[in-house]
Structures are given as C-alpha cells and as structure tokens.
Nanobody, 119 residues
Framework: QVQLVESGGGLVQPGGSLRLSCAASGSIFTIDGMGWYRQAPGKQRELVAAISSGGDTNYGDSVKGRVTISRDNAKNTVYLQMNSVKPEDTAVYYC?????????????WGKGTLVTVSS
C-alpha cells in the first residue's frame, strides 16, 4: 500500500519562509513526476510546483520566484521551499506523485498539510 505523507505546514508570518516535505512509502517500483498542489477555502485546487524524475521543474504563476521544488530520489521525497510568503498562500497543500507499483502506474495524493500565513 502506497502512502504519501506531508509535513512542515503550520503558521508562518507574512514574508517568512517554510519548507514542506512529502515522503512516499510502500511497494514502489519507481516514481515519475512529483508535485505540490494547494487548495484555499472556496477555491479550486491549483498547481504550485512540479518536478519530473529528471529534475525538470514547473511552477504556478502565483508562486514563481518565491518557491523552489526539489526531490531526493533515494528517499522518495519531494520538498517545497517557500519564501516571502503572503496571506494568499494560505491553503491546504497536497503532495502528488505519479508512481509505479506491481499494479501499474497511477497518481497518488497525500492527505494535505495546512499552511496559514498570518501575523
């Protein structure tokens, strides 16, 4: 059984920084793309950042220049470094991974971690 477990959320002041982590565990053969999405109250889930198995990255327009996504393939872990956070970054952040098990490839999601930006 595959699990994605996020950590690192919490309360942060505007202009501050935080780092989110997401570790994938279970009977995983290989992981293709990994990414972070977020959903604020009353809004649709949106892409924050994504990273391919080869390290190519893609960022949402609202966070470009303020966040960096990275991954440690040996640890099946993806990270999101957020800097200069704004109140509008407040949301539940979800980890996503496209990975392959003995049953084939599919997308998996974590349960989410809440980030609140407030003074």
């Amino acid at each position: 059984q595959v699990q994605l477990v996020e950590s690192g959320g919490g309360l942060v002041q505007p202009g501050g920084s935080l780092r989110l982590s997401c570790a994938a565990s279970g009977s995983i053969f290989t992981i293709d793309g990994m990414g972070w999405y977020r959903q604020a109250p009353g809004k649709q889930r949106e892409l924050v950042a994504a990273i391919s198995s080869g390290g190519d990255t893609n960022y949402g327009d609202s966070v470009k220049g303020r966040v960096t996504i990275s991954r440690d393939n040996a640890k099946n872990t993806v990270y999101l470094q957020m800097n200069s956070v704004k109140p509008e970054d407040t949301a539940v952040y979800y980890c996503n991974a496209n990975l392959f098990t003995g049953d084939g490839g599919m997308d998996y999601w974590g349960k989410g971690t809440l980030v609140t930006v407030s003074s």
